[in-house]
C-alpha cells in the first residue's frame, strides 16, 4: 500500500495544544466521561468524525465571497444544480442545512408506525429519524462485514438474498424505503460494489419500493470501486458515481463529508408528486427551495466541494491516509478493521477490552482512554451509539459490533499527527486490563451518545 503525499499545500494554519495529563482528568470529569462534553481547546487531535471539520480550499473560500443571499432564485442555487445535476442526476433536489434533515423530509413523507426500512447498515440520525416515526431500521450487511481480519474488498455489500427473503416475508406494503449506505459507515467505512448496487437496486425495483442512497461518502465509494471491481478502471470516479446514482430513485446527503463543505446537505429523488410534497415540507421545516436553510456562500461552497472530492489525486491521498493509520494500528498489535475503509479507522473494542462486559460499554471506556492518553478524540460506535431498549421486552439489546472509531477530517491532519494517535492507542494497548469499564448514569431516548452522562465502573 503506498501512501502518497498530499496533493495540496497549506496556506492556513489553526494552533492546536495538547494541554496536561492532570487536567485533560478534569476535563473527563466535567464532561461526566462523554468526548461529546468536551471543548476543542481541551483535545490536541479530533477524530470524533468527519463531517463538517475538514478543510475547505481557497477555490472554495473565494467562491463563498461570490455567495447570492437572495431570499428567492439566487444564482448560487443555480451553480449548485448545475453540479448535483452532472454528478448524481436525478430529476429534482432540494438544499438542506445537513444530512439528517433531508432524511427527516423523506422519513415524514414515506413512514408511519409499523413500516419498516431495510438497509446495509443505517447510520445513527437515520435510524433514529425511522424510528421517531414509528417505524423499524434494519440492517442487512453481510456476514463477512463482521470478521474483522478478512480480506474482502466490498465489506459493506448487502446480503441480497436476505434482504429478497426479508422482503417477501414482511410484505413490500409494509416498506414504504429501501435504503444502502455508501460508503457503510456503520460496518468500517466499507465500500458496496457496483455489482451490489445493481443487485440492491433490482430487487426493490422488482417491489416497488423506493430505493434512496444514504450517499455521504459516495465519491470515497466510487474510488474503492474504480480500485477493486473488475470493469471499472478505466473510468474516472465521477462516471462511477453516475451510474451508481442512475440505479436509484433518490439520495439523502450530508455534504459534510464527501461534498467538502462545513455545512450543508441535500435531499434528491426522480419522482414528480413525491418532490412537490418534500418541497413544502422543506418550506415548512428548513426554508424555501433555493436555499433550504444555508445561506448562498455555502451553496457556493459545496458546488466546488463536490466537484474536488471526486479529483482522483485527491481520493487517492484520501484514501492512503486511512490505510495510514489503519497500517499502523495493526502493526502496533491493536486490532483494527481491515481493509482500512474510506474515512476512518475502526478498533474493536470489545476484543481489545474483552474483561469488560457489554453494558459496561468497551467502547466508551476505550474512547475515554484515548482520550486520556494522548488528548486524541474518537467516538464510540457500539451498545452507547447503536444500542437501544426493546419497546416490546423491555431489555436492552446491543449491536453486533462494539467500535471505536477514529474519524480523519478531510485535507486536516498530517502523518505526523497520525503517528501521535497511533503511539498513544499503542500505549494502551500495553495496559488494558487496567482499564475500567462505564455505567450510564443519565441518557435521552433517541441518539444517546450524544449527550449521556457515565461514571466508571
Ligand atoms: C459521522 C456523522 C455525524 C456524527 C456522528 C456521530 C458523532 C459525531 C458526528 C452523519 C451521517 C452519516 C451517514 C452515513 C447520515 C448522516 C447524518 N455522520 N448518514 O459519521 O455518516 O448527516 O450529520 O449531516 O446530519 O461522524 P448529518
Given at each position: 500500500m503506498a501512501y502518497p503525499p498530499e496533493p495540496f499545500r497549506i496556506k492556513t494554519v489553526e494552533p492546536i495544544q495538547q494541554i496536561g495529563r492532570a487536567e485533560r482528568e478534569a476535563a473527563l470529569r466535567a464532561a461526566h466521561f462523554n468526548?461529546?462534553?468536551?471543548?476543542?481547546?481541551?483535545?490536541?487531535?479530533?477524530?470524533?468524525?468527519?463531517s463538517g471539520t475538514g478543510a475547505m480550499s481557497d477555490r472554495q473560500w473565494s467562491a463563498m465571497m461570490l455567495g447570492d443571499e437572495t431570499y428567492?432564485?439566487?444564482?448560487s442555487f443555480y451553480r449548485l444544480k448545475e453540479t448535483i445535476d452532472q454528478i448524481f442526476g436525478f430529476a429534482h433536489f432540494v438544499p438542506t442545512h445537513q444530512g439528517r434533515a433531508a432524511e427527516h423530509i423523506l422519513a415524514s413523507l414515506l413512514l408511519g408506525p409499523g413500516n419498516k426500512v431495510p438497509s446495509n447498515s443505517h447510520f445513527d440520525t437515520t435510524e433514529a429519524n425511522i424510528r421517531a416515526r414509528g417505524s423499524q431500521p434494519l440492517n442487512f450487511v453481510i456476514?463477512?462485514?463482521?470478521?474483522?481480519e478478512l480480506d474482502h474488498?466490498?465489506?459493506?455489500?448487502?446480503d441480497l438474498p436476505k434482504l429478497e427473503a426479508f422482503i417477501e416475508q414482511t410484505?413490500?406494503?409494509?416498506?414504504?424505503l429501501g435504503m444502502i449506505t455508501i460508503t457503510n459507515n456503520a460496518g468500517g467505512g466499507q465500500p458496496v460494489s457496483m455489482e451490489n448496487l445493481r443487485g440492491c437496486s433490482a430487487i426493490y425495483r422488482k417491489h416497488g419500493i423506493p430505493f434512496f442512497i444514504d450517499a455521504c461518502r459516495y465519491a470515497e465509494n466510487a474510488y474503492f470501486i474504480q480500485q477493486?471491481?473488475?470493469?471499472?478502471?478505466?473510468?474516472s470516479p465521477l462516471e462511477i458515481a453516475k451510474e451508481m446514482f442512475a440505479l436509484a430513485d433518490g439520495a439523502t446527503m450530508s455534504s459534510k463529508k464527501d461534498g467538502l463543505v462545513n455545512i450543508g446537505g441535500f435531499l434528491a429523488m426522480n419522482d414528480d408528486e413525491l418532490f412537490a410534497r418534500a418541497r413544502n415540507e422543506l418550506i415548512l421545516r428548513e426554508g424555501f427551495p433555493t436555499y433550504g436553510g444555508l445561506a448562498g456562500r455555502d451553496l457556493e461552497a459545496m458546488a466546488i466541494g463536490l466537484r474536488e472530492g471526486l479529483e482522483p489525486a485527491y481520493l487517492e491521498y484520501r484514501l492512503g491516509q486511512t490505510a495510514y493509520l489503519v497500517d499502523g494500528l495493526v502493526a502496533a498489535g491493536i486490532p483494527a478493521l481491515q481493509p482500512a475503509g474510506g474515512h476512518a479507522a475502526y478498533v474493536d473494542a470489545g476484543r481489545m477490552l474483552p474483561?469488560?462486559?457489554?453494558l459496561q460499554f468497551p467502547g466508551q471506556s476505550l474512547s475515554v482512554e484515548l482520550y486520556r492518553e494522548g488528548g486524541v478524540r474518537s467516538v464510540e460506535l457500539g451498545s452507547v451509539a447503536f444500542g437501544y431498549t426493546d419497546p416490546e421486552t423491555g431489555k436492552e439489546v446491543h449491536p453486533e459490533l462494539e467500535l471505536v472509531r477514529m474519524a480523519i477530517p478531510r485535507r486536516m491532519y498530517t502523518q505526523a499527527h497520525l503517528d501521535h494517535v497511533i503511539a498513544s492507542m499503542s500505549a494502551i494497548g500495553q495496559r488494558v486490563d487496567q482499564i475500567p469499564g462505564y455505567r450510564i448514569v443519565k441518557a435521552p431516548e433517541l441518539l444517546r451518545h450524544f449527550t449521556a452522562e457515565f461514571e466508571p465502573v
Open positions: 468526548l461529546f462534553g468536551l471543548r476543542s481547546d481541551q483535545i490536541f487531535i479530533d477524530l470524533l468524525t468527519d428567492a432564485g439566487a444564482t456476514p463477512e462485514a463482521l470478521d474483522f474488498p466490498f465489506k459493506g455489500n448487502m410484505g413490500a406494503e409494509n416498506i414504504p477493486r471491481e473488475p470493469g471499472y478502471q478505466d473510468r474483561h469488560l462486559p457489554r
